[in-house]
């Protein structure tokens, strides 16, 4: 007849009498046994700290408005200053004579007759016009010099042989202008085959000068595509009649820095 075996507790999965029995003829190095020996001091200790952290998540805003007065205590502290009693008013000194602002003094510039010098031998050169804006002009009259000064004979400055001018007065034109420039270029060009076979289009700047007869001198290739588009461009360029030349002064210069650009389409 089997032994009843009564401990007490026996329904607590957890009792320690259980727990031996259980594992009476089972290995206890496995982790189910210590698992159970410990359940109730892990419980407890489970419970302590969720106890310990709700407390805590309580308590941090009345921690927070304590931080905060604690701070706002700190700036309110200031010094009381006491300032002194400004001395009494004595009514048998007499006040100070008032202040009499002196009229302001009118400056005047000399005016005197012109002369040419050289520029390092000028000694006073004339008034600026921001000197001149706050002056009074003098009512006394200036006697001039008496000697006639003439004009030079030829008021033309004249222009230097070899000079090559950027910007003149009259620049250098092709005969007949731009319309019959374009017309020139679209008749006389010749698309390169090496540029057609590579689909090769663009603009090309050449850069030439025109002399005083109004011939092309000095062409010069700025920017160039490729394809022997460049070649050509050149080409049309040497091609062209001579142009009016450009005039300074109503003098013939030469002009240079002429930049034209040549449009290579493919349709």
Known sequence: MPTKISYPNWNNPSSHGRIEVVFAERSKEMGAYVIR?????????SFYIAISLLIFSAAIPFIKVLIEKKINSKKMISEEI????????????????????PPPVQQTIKFTPPKVVKDEEAEDPPPTQQEMENVQVSTVTQEGTKEEILPPENPVAPVEE??????????????GGEKKMIEFILSNIHYPPVALENNIAGKVYVKFTVDKEGKIISPELLRGIGGGCDEEAMRILKMMPDWSPGKQNGNKVKVGGIVLHIDFTLR
Do not use: R
């Open 37 to 45: 020996k410990e359940y109730e001091k892990t419980l407890l200790k």
């Open 162 to 175: 070899d000079k090559v001018f950027s910007f003149v007065e009259e620049m250098p034109s092709f005969p």
């Open 82 to 101: 006491t300032l002194a009693e400004p001395p009494p008013i004595d009514k048998l000194t007499p006040p100070p004579p008032p202040v009499v602002i």
